[in-house]
């Protein structure tokens, strides 16, 4: 049996927006990766069997190998069409945020939805939600949102509903969010939830082949372009950076998801404990940090580029060049050294 979590009060409002609303939309954050993606189609499906109408938005596109999963070719990508998508949040009667904790997330989507009048509704994991939505379910210690879809299914009493459609979305999203359970995977919960998924027909060799092993050539290409020319390592600090600007990225025929887990190549390196990813795009510059034991690589991000997110996993955006961002996380990088830093009192200052 399950370890309980959710708030039981929480639990009879969410079954009473789902009983009274009839127009659902599903709202996730940009760049949306396997978890994000998994939850939101893992509700879907849900939502679907029950007779409902549901639209799932994602504010930009995303990786093509995640496109193979069921009905992902319904998701609406906002960037191009969004006089339809902004249509749908308006007339919604519910809005599921899923997979993040402020509006800034979503992007470009963000004031669409903060205008709707529908009830709004955060399903997430990630720490310190902002209080934009009507209704917060956000448990941190949980691997990932698919996981909490799941749990939260089993609470509104929905087990015996979950489709082999429906598990093969949750079971791809706690998947990708752990690595393939390789980091933030030691809840004994974590695979009694699995097992139940499996009963349902989700065939796990088959979806692993999908994410992690059938990808482009230029993708392999640019993987050791970045491993071989752009990947910087500091052995003093045990950090490790790669960048990647829009030309580079262009020259090797980059879309959307072609640097999907980049960031974690070099933790391959045994005694690396940081690794860091900087990103050019049209935008602006991504970064993308992990980390390995105690070193808090979000409080790194918060402090150095105002992101946020897990412990060993966060994100930040620049509104600057590629050169500053670097210099950036290279002066963060003396303050921040993870070799120094020692677990402290949380308040977010740097141990040394």
């Known amino acids: ?208 082949r999908r994410v992690y092993q059938v990808y482009s050539e230029s993708r392999l290409r640019l993987m050791g372009y970045a491993l071989y020319e752009k990947m910087k390592v500091y052995p003093e600090k045990k950090t490790a950076l790669i960048t990647l600007s829009l030309n580079e990225l262009n020259r090797f025929n980059y879309v959307p998801g072609d640097v999907e887990g980049f960031v974690n190549l070099p933790l391959s390196i045994e005694w690396i404990q940081f690794a860091v990813f900087i990103r050019e795009n049209t935008d602006g510059i991504n970064l993308s940090f992990r980390s390995v034991g105690d070193f808090p690589c979000n409080r790194f991000a918060a402090a150095c580029f105002q992101g946020g997110g897990h412990r060993n996993a966060a994100g930040g955006e620049y509104a600057g060049t590629l050169e500053e961002a670097v210099r950036i996380f290279e002066e963060g990088l003396e303050e921040w050294n993870p070799v120094a830093w020692r677990k402290g009192p949380e308040d977010g200052s740097p141990q040394t």
């Open 1 to 208: 049996m399950l370890t309980k979590i959710f708030d039981e009060k929480k639990i009879q409002k969410l079954e009473t927006y789902m009983d009274k609303g009839d127009d659902f939309v599903i709202v996730m954050h940009v760049s949306p990766d396997g978890d994000a993606i998994g939850a939101s189609l893992g509700l879907y499906h849900y939502l679907i069997a029950q007779g409902s109408t549901v639209n799932v938005i994602s504010p930009n596109d995303f990786p093509a190998f995640l496109k193979w999963m069921p009905d992902a070719g319904s998701i609406i990508v906002y960037d191009r069409h969004r006089e339809y998508a902004e249509q749908l949040i308006d007339r919604a009667d519910v809005i599921f945020c899923l997979d993040f904790n402020e509006p800034k997330r979503m992007g470009r989507l963000a004031p669409a939805v903060e205008a709707a009048t529908a009830r709004k509704v955060m399903i997430d994991h990630h720490p310190n939600p902002s209080n934009f939505c009507k209704l917060i379910i956000s448990h941190p210690e949980m691997s990932s949102t698919s996981e909490m879809i799941f749990r939260l299914l089993c609470a509104l009493k929905a087990a015996d509903a979950i489709s082999r459609e429906t598990a093969e979305c949750i079971y791809t999203g706690m998947m990708t969010d752990t690595g393939a359970f390789t980091y933030r995977s030691n809840d004994p919960d974590l695979y009694l939830i699995i097992r139940e998924l499996l009963r349902t027909g989700v065939d796990k060799d088959r979806i692993y």
